[in-house]
Every structure is written in C-alpha cells, then in structure tokens.
C-alpha cells in the first residue's frame, strides 16, 4: 500500500499581500509579514488574530521568531531591522540595517546571530548579545540577494541565493563563500536545506521555473523539478515528511515525492500568487503566504496493509502497529460503522521513513520501503528478516520472490528473500516497478510487463498508469490512470505456447485480451474472484464485474481499502485516521457472478443454493443485465422486479398476478400495453377497467366496434363523473339526450344551446331558459339577449322545419357496421331537409329510406351540416352589434351586447378558417362544425363582403 498523504487546511487569512511567514517553536503562533507594512500573529489552533504590530509605512519582506527571546523580529524595505518583544508588544530595538531593501532574514538556532540579507548585495552578520553589533558583512554577490538559510547539519554553514543567478556556500567565519554552485539560468528567489537522512542536499527555485536539487558536497545538480508555469518564489524540504514542497507565482503549491521526485499533489487555494513557506521540525504543520493571505496546512502520512487472515500492519509517521481482526464478533459488526480495535502488542519504531508497505502473499512477511531503503519484517512479531537499498519495493508471485527499483534505469529481482536472481536494465527506463503475476515496469509513456523466472518481454503497453491490480487467479489485471482504470485478461497460455521467433517487439499482441474500461478515478482497490473492487476518487465503493459497476457503498469521506476476508464475507477499509470500517460483501455471490461471466452456468446454478435469500433480487438484476431474464425471473424475490421481467418475456399471465399482488395502477398501464402489442385486447380491457381507465376503454371498445360496451362504458363514466369519456360515449352512440344532460349538468348551458340547436331541436326551449335563468344571476342584460325560439319564432323561421328533421332522423336513422362505411353517402353531402321532403312527396316507404339513408354513426344535424360553416359576424349599428348566422343561404340576425359573445364562446378545440371580404370596423367571430369541435377567431378588424353583410 503507497503511503497516503492527508493535507487539511487549518487556517484561511485574508489579508493584503504576505511576504513571509514563520512558525512558533512551542505556541501555536503564525508570523505573517505584509506588503503594507504591519506584522500579524495568528493562532492556527482557533483561527483567532491575536497580535498586530505596525512596523513602517513601506513592505515588510521578512519577519521571523527568537522563541528563547520572546522576540519577532522584521525587515522591511526602510532599510531598518526591527526588535519586538511579543509579550508587551514594546519596540525594543531598530537598526539601521543595509543601504537597501532587506529581503530575508535567518536566525542562528544556538548562536546570539541574525543573518540578513538585501537588495544592496550584501548579507552582514549582527550579534544582539552585543548590543546588535554587525559582525561580519559577507561580499560576494553581484544582484539582490533573495534568501539565507542556515544548514541544520552544520549551523556555522549557511547558503544564499541571489538573482545572480548562483547558490553560493559560506562559513561563519569567513567573509568570502566557499563555493558556488551555477545551474538556473535566471535569477534564484529561494532554497532550503534537507533536514532528514543523510544526504547532502539542497533546494533551489528560479525564474526559470525550475526546481532544482543539489548535492552539496559534490558540487551538482542531481534533479530538476519541472511543473510550474510561472517563476519559483518559494522551496522547502519538510523537516518530518520525505516530501518538497514548491510555491509558485502560478499561484499552485506542489508536494513532491523527495524520494522519488514524483509530483504527489497540487493544491490551489485561489489566493493568487504564492510568496513564501515555511515548516517547523518536529510539527507537521506548514504556512504558505499568498497575495491574498495565508493558509496553514497540517500533513499526516499513513501506510498500512492487511493480509487475508485480517492482521492489519500501520505505520503513521514512523511508528509501526499491529492489529488482528479475528478479535472481533463478526454478528456484532455492522455496515459502515467504525470497529472497536485494540493494538496487539507495543508499537515498534521502524528505521525508515516508510513510503510504502505490504505484505507478501502468504501473509508471512511485511516490507517496508522508504529513504531509498527496503526492510522485510516477520508479520507476527516485526523482526528484521532482510534489508538493502531500493527506490521501490515489490513483492512477486512466489511468497519470498521480490523485485526491487534500484535506480531509474536498473530493476534488481530476488529469490529466497536474500538471493539476487538477476540485475537488469529496461529499455526505456525505470520510473516505477509494480508486482503480480507479472513483474511491470513503469517508463514515461509505457507500461511493460516481464515474466518473473526468465525476465523475458512480455507485452509493452502504451499507457502512463497511476497503479497495477492483480487478480489472485493471475488471469485479470486492472491498470489505473489518473482518468480511467482498464480490466484485461492474460492469457498465460498464449504465451507459453509462443515461439521466441514470433514476439514482436513490444511483445506478444495475443498476451493481453481487454475486457473493459471505465472512466474512473481509482484510489484503492483489490481483487476477489474476477470482482474488482475499488474506491473511487468521489468517495464511493463500488465494484466491477462483467462490464457492470455495483455500488457498495457511498463514503462520506476518503477511504482506502484494506482488503477481503472471506471467512467474514466482508470488505474491510480504513481512513486517515485509523478508523477501520466494513461493508457486508458476501464471497458465495462474488463467486456466482464470476461464473456468470464466465459462462459456466452450471456453476452458477450450484453455487446459488450457498447464497443467503437477501443477495437473491440483486443475483436477479445481474443476470438481467448479462440477458440471462428468464433465469433473472426464477431468482428474483421483488414484485417489482418480478413483473418488469414477465413483461420482458411476454408472460403475461404471471404479470396478472403480480400486478393484483402490487396493486400499482403503474404497474395495470404497463400490462395493458404490453397486452395491446401482443393482441390480448382481452386483458388490456382487464387491465384499464382496474385502473378505471375510462378513456383507454372507450378507445378500445369504440375500435373494435362494440357498441354494446360503449354503451355500458357511457353508463359507468357518467356515474363515475368522467363526463368527458361519457358524453362522447353517448354520442357515439346516439344517445344525444343523454350527451345534452350532461352539459346541463355540467353547467356548460352555452354549449348545451348550441348543441341542442344542432342535434336536438326539441330541447332548446327547456334548455334556453336554463341558460337565461344562470345569466340572470350574473348580469340581467346578458340573459335578455338570449332568444328561446318558442318566444321569437320570426328569428327562427325554419324552426319547425328542424323539428320534423329531427323526428324523421330518430325514426329513419339506425347505427350499422363500420363495414358499411364506404357504400354509404358521406353526411357532408347530406341535405336532411331534402331527405325530408323528398320523402314526404313520394311517399316512399320510411324502412327503405332508412336504409338507404344510414351512416356507420349518424349525429343528427338541425340546421346544418358536419363540415357546414357558420359565420357569425358582429355589425355595429347604431350602437348594436348584431349576432348574425349564416347558414348556406339564410341569415339569422340578433340584435345582441358585444360582451354577449364572451358569454357565448365554445371552450373546445380550435380550427382556423380565413374569410376574404372588405374592411369593416368591429370584431370578429368564426367557428367552425366538424365532429363537434369548434373554431374561435377575435380579431380587432375583418374585411367582410357585401353579400355577408
């Protein structure tokens, strides 16, 4: 397991530009130094600013602490170093400094001496036990000089950088440089000392923006750091951690691998551009100053592994732990609450400062890696077994075969925990080793993989992986990238039956078989059977199989996974804080999918009676998934689940039943359409008649003709209140009394005059004076301008006419087969009043003409046809508006209100129909009749013609 690196911010402070911070040895104080010119003092603990100082009225570039003094002390561009005492806040030195700009500032840890350092070249050496003496003026740069810091493995060393663009190495004892070392190729802004191993190193940062490291003692540049866009302003080796940390003007900080040099995080607190850092020996804690202000971040380390009998191995920092999981109850643990672990044994200092850890693949040994070496303990007791030098440690297929990475161009492969099996260089480098059935080697754009027994290439991948899982089969690998991991299968024997002659050069093309990729960020993960399990970087566990993500478990924060224990049917994870967690995961159903997708049925078949009843839903929506539905359906314990599978496979009989047993109105829709596509009208009937779908059955029993349905159906959806579904049922069926009640009932009296004008000329008056009598309650003048045709017969001349039609239709008309349809005179055709007379003076036989006369469903028409227009125009006259019908030939005119047309408006669908005539002032209303919908039109003016008029 890599070690895990938690980075929480414990401090946000906004303020004017910081130039430089410091840390308190013993309080937990930060010094923030500001461009305008004041100094304050936070508490990291409780976020609280406890100390201001105004120092001057120009920037203040440096201030640091004299803890065993209660001191700060400050220099700032007035040329001056300024004494405080941070107790009584007393100004109780100033000295007139350098001829310059004063840009850093180091305070000796042992000796009575600050070192400062300016823009005037020079860096002069003051002793406050004298009186603030200067001692020593160290001459030797030829630019301002950016940075001092003292060495902390020799303090009468100390090192400077300047934008002269060298590094240059002094004694206190002497006034001119030992050595200089040259590199950058534009100005040097800051450097640090490493503080732990034994490594001579130190740190630059330039305007080159590079990041170099540098041995000291040879006199060379080891490593350059490459990844900021803009100018380096500050370095630092962190005194705990084997990590570098950088600040740029791009405004990111970057953590580094010191080990390593392999870019670990950015971070980016939106403050602008970063000025300055600082850590603090034995704290984890580091301020970083930004244009916009400061933060204060605390880093914690973790490494842990666990083998699959549960002993879990941690190390924080460089103590190491031992915990067993057996101790605990496994009835007693529950999903994702924290377990109640005790540590076995005393904690046991480990000798490296570990970057990695983990066991081999008995369980038997636990390697640590770290500070360039590698230990191998016991698991049981954390004895020393063996030890040497490596950059990375891996453990191979074989329990004591291992490989090492020695440096970036030679892997090192080992046998029997201590016997070297062979040294080799890659083609294209080392950047990293990974272990598993086979041994990988990480360059800069591939992965390769070797056989561990002959070294012998494999297969080169072209791909820049983050990590390499393997299965315990050996068979199925997961690569890892910073966006997507990738699932392939080995196939071993591919390779072993393969000549030497026919491998390519990136190695054999059938060795790998990819089974699949998601794009997902991986953090941890682990095999069990052909499952991947892996948390993710949105805090989720989720697992792979067969090309299909289950989620586990959504985290609330970071976790990483410790491992399975099949004994427990469960995954075990741990946070950054030791806290061990677990979530159910039982092995029998892991093992039932990985049959599935091996297509071993039979396997599967067996394993499923070993598999608890709860998982029984979830192996269903699996094997759906792989498009194994009827075994899906024999599996399933959910309703639900259960009747969308018999949809799935046309059983719609099951589907009945577990619809009656879910008692959804959902689920009775879904089955009836199922039922309509697979012709059992039938059950669909069934189905809408459970739902008290009136307007589903109405469309049913009207297609199929059944007018003995659609007459019951009128019955039921009147009763029911539906009087949408039973007025078209009634008038379907020609039950145009009853459609008309309806109205009446409803309140719609506007509509129900209409309607009675066109279909039942009988029931006007009754229903005129319904009309009159609701408009009488709102407004008197509305309900004088309604006319009852048994009251104005001169406005209603074929009145009577309409009558007889309507008492001839009822005696002649009769309802015949849809068959029928296209024999019959289509009504638009129709003159009822000629039918009328014609049959009147022939005397021809009534039963013959009303069969002649049928229609497949004949709506009576009084006064007009189907597709008739009617136009209705309103006049103005002498104040009047008049309501006028035009009906073929005749025209009907009602001196009216204009308001008595909103009252009178039809509220159905709209037609449009354009009529061309001359300009009249005005409004306009026009419908028009087909199969009962109307049409309105208002407009502000209308052109009429003369013969509309």
Not at 117 to 131: C, F, V
Not at 738 to 746: G, M, P, R, S, Y
């Amino acid at each position: 397991m890599q070690l895990k690196l938690d980075i929480r911010r414990t401090l946000t402070a906004r303020s004017d530009r910081v130039k430089c911070v410091d840390l308190h040895p013993t309080e937990p104080w930060m010094l923030v130094s500001l461009y305008n010119g004041k100094i304050h003092v936070w508490n990291h603990q409780n976020q609280q600013l406890i100390k201001t100082f105004e120092v001057c009225s120009s920037p203040v570039r440096a201030g640091k602490f004299i803890a065993r003094k209660n001191w700060i002390i400050t220099g700032s561009d007035d040329y001056r170093i300024t004494v405080f005492n941070y107790n009584t806040l007393e100004r109780q030195h100033v000295v007139d400094a350098h001829m310059d700009y004063i840009r850093c500032l180091a305070v000796h840890p042992t000796l009575p001496i600050v070192l400062s350092g300016s823009d005037d070249m020079t860096i002069k050496m003051w002793n406050w036990d004298k009186n603030w003496a200067c001692q020593k003026v160290f001459d030797g740069h030829s630019h301002y000089v950016m940075q001092i810091v003292f060495n902390p493995k020799d303090n009468n060393t100390f090192a400077s950088a300047s934008l002269d663009k060298t590094i240059k190495i002094w004694q206190l004892a002497s006034s001119i440089p030992n050595f200089t070392l040259e590199g950058h190729v534009n100005g040097i802004n800051c450097l640090d000392y490493t503080h732990a191993g034994e490594k001579p190193y130190l740190i630059s940062g330039a305007d080159d923006r590079l990041v170099k490291i540098w041995d000291y003692q040879n006199r060379s540049c080891v490593q350059s750091l490459d990844g900021h866009t803009k100018n380096i302003s500050a370095v630092a080796f962190h005194p705990e951690l084997p990590i570098i940390i950088t600040g740029s003007e791009d405004g990111t900080v970057k953590i580094w691998n010191a080990n390593t040099y392999s870019l670990e995080n950015t971070l980016n607190y939106g403050l602008e551009r970063a000025w300055t850092i600082c850590c603090l020996k034995g704290s984890n804690m580091v301020g970083i100053g930004f244009d916009d202000g400061c933060v204060m971040i605390r880093l914690e380390s973790l490494c842990f592994s666990m083998d699959e009998g549960g002993k879990i191995v941690w190390i924080k920092h460089s103590e190491m732990q031992m915990i067993n999981l057996k101790q605990l109850a496994i009835e007693d643990i529950k999903d994702g609450e924290r377990l109640n672990l005790s540590v076995k044994g005393d904690t046991k200092s480990c000798e490296v400062f570990a970057n990695t850890l983990a066991h081999n693949s008995n369980g038997r040994y636990v390697a640590v890696c770290g500070e360039g070496e590698y230990i191998i303990y016991t698991a049981m007791a954390l004895r020393n077994k063996a030890y040497g030098s490596a950059l990375e440690f891996v453990w191979g297929i074989e329990p004591e075969d291992f490989a090492i990475r020695e440096s970036a161009t030679t892997v090192k492969v080992f046998q029997k925990l201590t016997k070297e099996k062979k040294s080799f260089k890659p083609e294209l480098g080392a950047d990293g080793i990974y272990g598993g059935t086979l041994l990988g080697v990480r360059s800069a754009n591939h992965l390769t993989f070797y056989a561990w027994d002959t070294l012998e290439l494999v297969r080169r991948i072209e791909i820049q992986p983050k990590g390499v899982f393997w299965g315990g089969n050996g068979e199925m690998v997961a690569i890892t990238t910073e966006e997507s991991f990738y699932v392939l299968k080995y196939n071993a024997s591919v390779v072993a039956e393969a000549s030497e002659e026919g491998r390519a050069e990136d190695g054999y093309e059938d060795a790998f078989e990819v089974v699949g990729e998601v794009a997902e960020n991986v953090k941890t993960a682990t095999w069990v059977g052909d499952c991947f399990i892996y948390s993710n970087s949105l805090n989720r566990l989720n697992y792979y199989v067969g090309g299909e993500i289950v989620t586990i478990s959504h985290l609330d924060r970071p976790h990483y996974i410790l491992g399975y224990i099949p004994r427990d049917n469960r995954i075990y994870l741990c946070d950054k804080e030791l806290n061990v967690l677990s979530y159910s995961l039982h092995l029998s159903v892991l093992d039932f999918e990985t049959s599935v997708m091996r297509k071993d049925i039979q396997n599967a078949q067996q394993l499923l009676p070993t598999i608890p009843q709860s998982y029984y839903t979830k192996i269903a929506h699996f094997l759906e998934k792989q498009g194994f539905v009827s075994q899906a359906l024999s599996v399933s314990t959910d309703p639900d689940h259960k009747f969308d599978l018999a949809l799935q496979l046309s059983k719609l009989d099951l589907a009945v039943e577990l619809a009656r047993e879910i008692g959804s109105d959902q689920k009775w829709q879904q089955l009836a359409d199922c039922s309509i596509l697979s012709g059992r009208l039938d059950l669909a009937e069934k189905c809408y008649e459970a739902t008290q779908d009136f307007g589903a059955l109405l469309v049913l029993s009207s297609s199929s003709g059944n007018l003995d349905k659609v007459s019951k159906l009128a019955e039921v959806a009147h009763r029911a209140r539906k009087f949408n579904v039973a007025f078209t049922a009634y008038l379907l069926t020609q039950q145009n009394l009853k459609a008309l009640n309806i109205l009446v009932e409803t309140n719609k009296l506007p509509d129900a005059a209409f309607f009675a004008r066109t279909y039942l000329p009988s029931e006007v008056p009754r229903v005129t004076q319904l009309w009159k009598a609701e408009q009488q309650k709102t407004n008197a003048k509305v309900a004088q301008g309604i006319a009852d045709p048994s009251e104005y017969t001169n406005l209603f001349p074929s009145f009577e006419e309409s009558l007889r039609g309507q008492k001839y239709l009822e005696e002649s008309e009769k309802i015949v087969p849809a068959s029928h349809y296209s024999t019959r005179t289509s009504n638009s055709q129709r003159n009822v009043f000629e039918e009328l007379s014609k049959a009147c003076t022939s005397g021809s036989n009534l039963e013959e003409t009303r069969e002649n006369n049928a229609n497949d469903v004949v709506k009576n028409r009084i006064g007009v046809e189907r597709t008739l227009l009617i136009r209705i125009l309103l006049i103005k006259r002498r104040g009047l508006f008049f309501f006028c019908f035009k009906i073929k030939n005749r025209m009907f005119i009602r001196p009216s209100k204009l308001r008595l047309f909103f009252y009178a408006k039809i509220d159905l669908v709209l037609y449009f129909f354009y009529i061309d005539t001359l300009l009249v002032g005005g409004s306009l209303l026009i419908f028009f009749l087909q199969n009962q919908n109307f049409c309105l039109l208002f407009k502000d003016s209308v052109k009429i013609n003369d013969e509309s008029r």
